[in-house]
């Protein structure tokens, strides 16, 4: 693996050892798949037609996000860390007769290669799991173009959310693997305006994703303490 300052080993590890995985929908990736579908309809909800349009997506993953992006005509790039996610998300793409960009790659370097080309730069449930999220934001703002949209996901810093994301999802239902977050890494939503503005960027929205375990569905509301969506453009 490269050597990236802003790349946790232990987190890529994590990853990596349940990468074949990533698209079976029983799997620790359920959760990622239940959202799937809300996540893409918050982004043409704020983006409108996607089609055409050219889209990042930071931390990829086996490519659940990149693939729905690219189902509807957009153009997509995706960059990860874990080369042996980006292998299952290369052949997954295959089957499913998709073209997608995978590359393995940091977003900052990925920054310091391109130029800003993207209309829509997505970055979902990853921050939590970099050492400095900030700097991928940065990364993010300067690969948009003016007008550009940057959407980010990830878990609030807070009583509930440790009770909910860690206790409840990792020890009581067992959503997700024992260890698959670290409640210091979460991020609230006034810390990840702070590293827009620093970018010139300001939050146009904040949405939260609710887990109901009797229901076992997932749905989008204003109960932004534990999961949330945002969607961020540059200052006027
Ligand atoms: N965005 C995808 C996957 C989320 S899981 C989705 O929501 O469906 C988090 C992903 O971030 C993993 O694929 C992991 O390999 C990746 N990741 C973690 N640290 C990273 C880093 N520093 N740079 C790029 N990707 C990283």
Request: negative net charge.
């Amino acid at each position: 693996m490269p050597q990236e300052a802003n790349v946790d080993p232990i987190e890529i590890d994590k990853f990596q050892s349940i990468a074949s995985r990533w698209w079976d929908p029983e799997s620790e990736f359920r959760p990622l798949h239940e959202l799937n579908p809300l996540r893409v309809e918050y982004i043409e909800n704020h983006a409108g037609q996607i089609d055409g349009k050219r889209i990042l997506d930071i931390g990829c993953g086996g490519g659940i996000l990149a693939e729905a992006l690219a189902r509807q005509g957009a153009s997509v790039t995706g960059i990860d860390m874990a080369e042996l996610s980006l292998e299952v998300a290369r052949m997954h793409q295959q089957e499913a007769g998709l073209e997608i960009d995978y590359q393995l790659v940091s977003a900052e370097e990925y920054a310091r290669r391109n130029e800003a080309g993207f209309d829509i730069v997505t970055c979902m449930e990853m921050l939590e799991h970099v050492p400095d999220p900030a700097s991928i934001i940065a990364a993010a703002s300067r690969l948009l173009k003016p007008g550009g949209l940057l959407f980010l996901s990830t878990l609030n810093r807070n009583v509930k959310s440790f009770a909910l994301a860690i206790l409840g999802a990792e020890y009581l239902l067992g959503l997700l693997p024992r260890g698959t977050h670290e409640y210091r890494k979460f991020i609230k939503p006034s810390e990840i305006a702070a590293a827009l503005r620093a970018n010139g960027m300001r939050p146009l929205d904040v949405t939260g994703m609710r887990y109901n375990p009797l229901t076992r569905r997932y749905s989008l509301g204003r109960d932004i303490d534990v999961n949330y969506l945002m969607v961020a453009s540059f200052d006027d």
